[in-house]
T-cell receptor, first 114, second 107 residues
Framework: EAQVTQNPRYLITVTGKKLTVTCSQNMNHEYMSWYRQDPGLGLRQIYYSMNVEVTDKGDVPEGYKVSRKEKRNFPLILESPSPNQTSLYFC?????????????FGPGTRLTVL | GIQVEQSPPDLILQEGANSTLRCNFSDSVNNLQWFHQNPWGQLINLFYIPSGTKQNGRLSATTVATERYSLLYISSSQTTDSGVYFCAVAEGNQFYFGTGTSLTVIP
């Protein structure tokens, strides 16, 4: 089944404790992306990747890191989480970059930073 | 970046009614997409519609790129249509989403 998976689905952590949210797609997509969703703000893009080893900042990259060492995986790293990073996070992928292709979303990861 | 505005922010419909959701964007783009987020949080792509009109069952969408807006039509609404509808555009490889229209369909 073609899908985007994220783990964990739910995470409660404390300020400053490094964490990684994994994202994997099995569709051989080139483009992958991370978003955060906050009430009243819609979805805002954190980072995106056009292909292996090619990443770029989105609208709200501060406090986040990403890597794209393999085509299928695009982990989101919070080196020192803070309470303002409490949010619902989505990973997405599409076959091509440039916004001309359908994006497929993962199920979301709800992160709470105490 | 591109500004994306959606209206109305909230909508309550009786089952069977029709509705129109609007998405305005600030710059000329040719890659508008509509998404539905169901009450369980899952985001599903409805349409990739850079221009013109597309239909998929009871849903249809029209984009007039030269006037920088898109419309999503829902006909004969059902309770399963409830959720939040987002439009999004891309500038280069970066996406910009609107803040969504929250739709509640009551039986």
């Amino acid at each position: 089944e073609a899908q985007v998976t994220q783990n964990p689905r739910y995470l409660i952590t404390v300020t400053g404790k490094k964490l990684t949210v994994t994202c994997s797609q099995n569709m051989n997509h080139e483009y992958m992306s991370w978003y955060r969703q906050d009430p009243g703000l819609g979805l805002r893009q954190i980072y995106y990747s056009m292909n292996v080893e090619v990443t770029d900042k989105g609208d709200v990259p501060e406090g986040y890191k990403v890597s794209r060492k393999e085509k299928r995986n695009f982990p989101l790293i919070l080196e020192s989480p803070s309470p303002n990073q409490t949010s619902l996070y989505f990973c997405a992928s599409s076959l091509l970059a440039g916004g001309t292709d359908t994006q497929y979303f993962g199920p979301g990861t709800r992160l709470t930073v105490l | 970046g591109i500004q994306v505005e959606q209206s109305p922010p909230d909508l309550i419909l009786q089952e069977g009614a029709n509705s129109t959701l609007r998405c305005n964007f600030s710059d000329s783009v040719n890659n508008l997409q509509w998404f539905h987020q169901n009450p369980w949080g899952q985001l599903i792509n409805l349409f990739y519609i850079p221009s013109g009109t597309k239909q998929n069952g009871r849903l249809s969408a029209t984009t007039v790129a030269t006037e920088r807006y898109s419309l999503l039509y829902i006909s004969s609404s059902q309770t399963t249509d409830s959720g939040v509808y987002f439009c999004a555009v891309a500038e280069g490889n970066q996406f910009y989403f609107g803040t969504g229209t929250s739709l509640t369909v009551i039986p």
